[in-house]
């Protein structure tokens, strides 16, 4: 009862903050020609979570790379996202832009890595005051994963929840939504991301995709308006918002067995 009175006061809270629904961004046909880098995110957009790329989406990649170049925006890590993508010949921006992966003569490699310090006892005490508040104090391994590259992953349901929980964990993302404000006061000084099924994200202040993709771009020659995301957790506080609220142009994803439909004015045009 004490959780459940908590998740309703959070979100009776939250319905005065949230901005209006997001309206969609209307695909252009212009865009088959001023286009030329189309960027992606992975869960939900390319895959379901953490679940290898279909045979169909493989296909939309192919007739894309044909005329336009392609990348990978993620929250996971380089090589997690170059797993679930079955090896597809892609670059990788992961863990919001701290990782750089390329292929190079035809093999997987990591080119650029940024690390960032974390105070991980500090981390522990924050989310686990969050826990208590919330009523999330049983979860299965771990109760927070700690990157490499110094993201951390505030799982509700831990590291080792079962699949098929986290699915049906928070598809609305209401739940986290409910929670956004007080977790992004906590961690003040740093990005706190709805990511993935269950968790929250959280970066220093200049890793978010939009910053990511900008410098990518920057550094192979493409200018903002060539630009062309698609992604599906556009939403403030989702994954995908800082390209939203930095005025990239976006294509969103509701369910990913959905993406050779939403995205057939760009590769039919191809054939």
């Given amino acids: 009862m004490k959780k459940l009175l908590s998740i309703i ?36 957009t390319l895959t379901q979570h953490k679940t290898p790329l279909t045979p169909e989406n493989k296909a939309v990649l192919d007739e894309l790379g044909k005329r336009y170049s392609l990348l990978i925006a ?29 292929i190079v003569n035809g093999e997987f490699r990591i080119i650029k890595e940024e690390k960032a310090k974390i105070n991980k006892r500090a981390f522990t005490r924050k989310c686990m005051k969050l826990r208590k508040k919330y009523g999330y104090m049983n979860w299965k391994g771990d109760p927070l994963e700690f990157h490499e590259s110094g993201m951390v992953t505030f799982g509700l349901l831990g590291t080792k929840a079962d699949k098929t929980d986290k699915l049906a964990f928070d598809p609305d993302k209401m739940k986290r939504r409910a929670m956004l404000p007080e977790v992004s006061k906590v961690f003040k000084n740093s990005n706190v991301i709805i990511g993935g099924t269950t968790s ?53 994803i509701y369910d990913y067995t959905t993406l050779p439909e939403k995205l057939k004015f760009l590769y039919m045009s191809l054939r």
Avoid at 12 to 34: C, G, K, V, Y
Avoid at 80 to 101: A, T
Avoid at 208 to 215: D, E, F, G, I
């Fill in 9 to 44: 006061a959070a979100v009776l809270a939250l319905a005065t903050q949230l901005p209006a629904q997001i309206n969609d961004m209307p695909s252009d046909p212009s865009w088959r020609q001023t286009k030329k880098l189309i960027v992606f995110d992975l869960d939900g």
């Fill in 74 to 102: 993620g929250g996971g890590n380089c090589e997690r996202i170059y797993k679930q993508m079955n090896g597809y010949q892609i670059p990788i921006l992961g863990n919001y832009g701290m990782e750089e992966s390329e």
């Fill in 200 to 252: 929250f994200d959280i970066t220093p202040k200049k890793y978010n995709k939009y910053h990511a993709v900008m410098r990518y771009a920057a550094e192979h020659g493409f200018t903002k308006d060539q630009i062309l995301f698609v992604g599906d957790d556009l939403d403030d506080g989702g994954n995908d918002s800082h390209i939203r609220i930095g005025g990239i142009d976006y294509v969103r």
